[in-house]
C-alpha cells in the first residue's frame, strides 16, 4: 500500500525548488538553450508584450476617429502585431502551462487522494471482516522442490523414457508389472514434465493393485478426505453410525444433531418403493411407423418373458423389469429397467440390453442402433424421468419429532418449521424452477456417503432428488418430516465399494458386500440409511434456518482460523 502512496503536496513543491546540492545532477532544462538570463528575457517580452498591445489599442482608436478601415496596415502596425503574438506565446509557454499544470495536478491529486481513501476504508473494512493480518510484501517466487518418488537407477531410467516420450505413461502398469512402481515412476516423470510438486499429494499408504483396470487408470497418488461420523441413526429399529466423507465444516455435526433429534422420537421408518436401474438405447429406422412397431412389440405384456429370458442371461442377478419406450420421430429411445442384486447396477443393466438388441435384429433388421445410451436412462444428468420413474432404489423415510424434541434439541418450534419448509422447499424450490431439488441440502448428505462408501459420486446428481415434506401432527404438537427419494443409485459391490476405505465404511453400516441370504439387500438397506441420513440432515438443517442459527454455527464450524495467505500455490 504504501508503494503507491504519492509524496504530500509540501514535499511536492519542495521537489521542485532547485537545491544547491544537486547542481551536478540537476537534468538540463529548456531555459539553459536561451542568451540571456532568464530574468532579463522574461522582463523584455513583459515591456514588448504590453508595450505594442497599447501601441495597437492606440492605433486602432485613432483609425476609428478618422473612419481609416482597421485592415489596412502599415509596416509599423504589423511588426507590432507579429511582436504581441510573439510576446504572447512566450510569456504563455512560460507560466501559462504550468498554470494549466497545477490545475490539472492539483485535480488528479484530489481524486487520487480520495480513491486512496476509499480504498484504506475498504481494506479497514476486509482487515476487520477477516480478521487477517497484513498481506506481507510479495515474496520472489522460489523455483518449486520437486520430491523424487523413485529408488533405483533402473526406474532413472525408465522415467527419463517416460519425459522423452519413448514410454506411454499408461502403459507403465503392463510394463513393469509392479502398480506402486509405476506409480511412483509416473509421478516423477509428471513432476520434471510439468515442473511442478506433488509434495502434499501422497503416493505410499495405498493398494494400486486395487484399482487396476477398474477404478482409475494413470495414478499418481490419491486424495485424502477426512470422514466423519453422524449417528447413531435409529432407523426401522437398528442403529447405524454413518460416515461421512466431507470438507464442509457443520455437515457431519448438523446431521449428528438430526439424528440424535430422530433416535430421541423413537426412530425413523423407511420403505424402498422400487429397485430398478435402468438403461436406455437409442435406435434408428427409415420411418416412424417402423419405429412405433418396434415400441408396441418391446411393449406387448405376451412378449415380456421372451426379452426376460435374453436379457437375463447377461448375470445370475439381472432380471428385467420391464422397457418403457419414447419416440422422438423415427427415432426411439428404449428405456429397459432391471433389478441388479447388491450392484449399482450400470455395468449389467448394459449388459442384458447388449443381449436384447442382438436379439432384435432378427425381427428388427432394420434397425439401426445409435448407441447403446440414449439418454433417456438417464445417468448423472438432471432429468425429469427419474424423478417421476425413479432410477436405482426410490425409498421414503419418514419420522414423528416430539414438540420437547424440537425445542430442546433443534431450538425451534413446530410452526416455523412447517411454515419454512412450504415457503423454501416446496414454494422457493417451484420459484427456480427445480428438478427434483424440493428440499435443502439433500445433496450434501448423499455426496459425503457415497465418497465415504465407494460409490459414483457423479451419481450424486440424481441420487440427490428429493422432496422434503414437513406437516403438524398431534394437533399441531408434533412434526412430521419425511423425505421421498426416488432414484438413489448405490450398491455394495463393484466399483470403488470393493477399495479398502470404502469398503471398511461398509462394514461399519454391516452391508459390506453382497448379501448371501438375500441378493440386493444389503445395497437396499444402504439407500435406506442414505435416505435416514438425509432425512436427519433435513430436519436439522431447516431448524438451524428456521431459528436464525445457520451462519452463526457456519463462522464457528465452517471458517479457518488460520492464515490461507500461507497456503496459495
Ligand atoms: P455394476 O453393474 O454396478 O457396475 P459390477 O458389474 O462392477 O457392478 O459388479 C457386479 C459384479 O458383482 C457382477 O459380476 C456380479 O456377478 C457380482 N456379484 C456378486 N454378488 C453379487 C450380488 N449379490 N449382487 C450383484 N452382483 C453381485
Redesign the pocket.
Known amino acids: 500500500m504504501d508503494l503507491r502512496r504519492r509524496p504530500p503536496p509540501n514535499a511536492t513543491a519542495a521537489a521542485k525548488r532547485p537545491t544547491t546540492t544537486t547542481t551536478t545532477t540537476t537534468p538540463p532544462k529548456a531555459s539553459d538553450a536561451l542568451p540571456l538570463p532568464l530574468y532579463l528575457t522574461n522582463a523584455i517580452f513583459f515591456t514588448l508584450f504590453f508595450s505594442v498591445a497599447y501601441y495597437l489599442l492606440h492605433r486602432w482608436r485613432d483609425k476609428i476617429r478618422t473612419s481609416t478601415p482597421l485592415h489596412l496596415l502599415t509596416f509599423s502596425e504589423i511588426s507590432a502585431i507579429v511582436s504581441l503574438i510573439a510576446s504572447f506565446i512566450y510569456l504563455l509557454g512560460f507560466f501559462g502551462i504550468d498554470f494549466v499544470q497545477s490545475f490539472i495536478a492539483r485535480n488528479s491529486n484530489d481524486a487520487w487522494e480520495e480513491e486512496e481513501e476509499n480504498e484504506q476504508q475498504k481494506l479497514e473494512q476486509h482487515r476487520r471482516a477477516t480478521q487477517i493480518l497484513p498481506t506481507p510484501p510479495p515474496q520472489p517466487q522460489q523455483p518449486e522442490t520437486l520430491i523424487p518418488s523413485i529408488s533405483s537407477a533402473d526406474d532413472e531410467e525408465i522415467v527419463c523414457s517416460v519425459v522423452d516420450g519413448r514410454t506411454p505413461s499408461y502403459s507403465l502398469e503392463s510394463r513393469i508389472g509392479d502398480c506402486f512402481r509405476a506409480a511412483a515412476i509416473r509421478r516423477d516423470a509428471l513432476q520434471r514434465v510439468t515442473g511442478r510438486s506433488l509434495k502434499g499429494l501422497p503416493l505410499e499408504g495405498f493398494d494400486y493393485d486395487s484399482i487396476l483396470g477398474?477404478c482409475c487408470e494413470m495414478p499418481v497418488g490419491y486424495v485424502q478426505i477426512p470422514v466423519g461420523v453422524a449417528g447413531p441413526l435409529l432407523l426401522d429399529g437398528v442403529q447405524y453410525v454413518v460416515p461421512m466423507a466431507t470438507t464442509e465444516g457443520c455437515l457431519v455435526a448438523s446431521t449428528n444433531r438430526g439424528c440424535k433429534a430422530i433416535s430421541a422420537c423413537g426412530g425413523a421408518s423407511s420403505v424402498v418403493l422400487r429397485d430398478g436401474?435402468s438403461r436406455a438405447p437409442v435406435v434408428r429406422f427409415g420411418t416412424a411407423k417402423r419405429a412405433a412397431e418396434l415400441k408396441f412389440f418391446l411393449e406387448d405384456p405376451l412378449n415380456f418373458d421372451t426379452l426376460s429370458v435374453v436379457f437375463n442371461r447377461s448375470?445370475?442377478?439381472a432380471r428385467l423389469q420391464g422397457v418403457q419406450c419414447a419416440m422422438a420421430g423415427k427415432n426411439v429411445y428404449l428405456r429397459f429397467t432391471c433389478s441388479?442384486?447388491?450392484?449399482?447396477?450400470?455395468?449389467?443393466?448394459?449388459k442384458g440390453v447388449q443381449n436384447v438388441l442382438d436379439f432384435l435384429q432378427n425381427d428388427f433388421p432394420d434397425m439401426d442402433v445409435i448407441g447403446i445410451s440414449g439418454n433417456y436412462c438417464s445417468d448423472k444428468k438432471p432429468a425429469a424421468v427419474n424423478w417421476i420413474e425413479g432410477r436405482g432404489k426410490s425409498i421414503v423415510c419418514e419420522a414423528i419429532i416430539k414438540e420437547e424434541v424440537v425445542t430442546k434439541v433443534l431450538k425451534t418450534n413446530v410452526a416455523a418449521l412447517v411454515e419454512l419448509n412450504m415457503l423454501k422447499n416446496l414454494a422457493g424450490s417451484a420459484v427456480a424452477g427445480a428438478l427434483g431439488g424440493y428440499n435443502a441440502h439433500a445433496s450434501n448428505i448423499v455426496s459425503a456417503i457415497f465418497l465415504a462408501t465407494g460409490q459414483d459420486p457423479a451419481q450424486n446428481v440424481e441420487s440427490s432428488h428429493c422432496i422434503t415434506m414437513m406437516e403438524s401432527v398431534n394437533e399441531g404438537r408434533d412434526l412430521h418430516i419425511s423425505v421421498t427419494m426416488p432414484s438413489i443409485e448405490v450398491?455394495?459391490?463393484?466399483?470403488g465399494t470393493q477399495l479398502a476405505s470404502q469398503s471398511a465404511c461398509l462394514n461399519l453400516l454391516g452391508v459390506k458386500?453382497?448379501?448371501?441370504e438375500s441378493?440386493?439387500s444389503?445395497?437396499r438397506l444402504l439407500a435406506k440409511i442414505v435416505a435416514g441420513a438425509v432425512l436427519a440432515g433435513e430436519l436439522s438443517l431447516m431448524s438451524a434456518i428456521a431459528a436464525g442459527q445457520l451462519v452463526r454455527s457456519h463462522m464457528k464450524y465452517n471458517r479457518s482460523s488460520r492464515d490461507v495467505s500461507n497456503c496459495t500455490s
Open positions: 477398474q436401474m448375470s445370475r442377478f441388479t442384486g447388491d450392484a449399482m447396477g450400470m455395468n449389467m443393466v448394459s450398491g455394495t459391490v463393484g466399483g458386500g453382497a448379501s448371501k441378493p440386493g444389503n445395497s
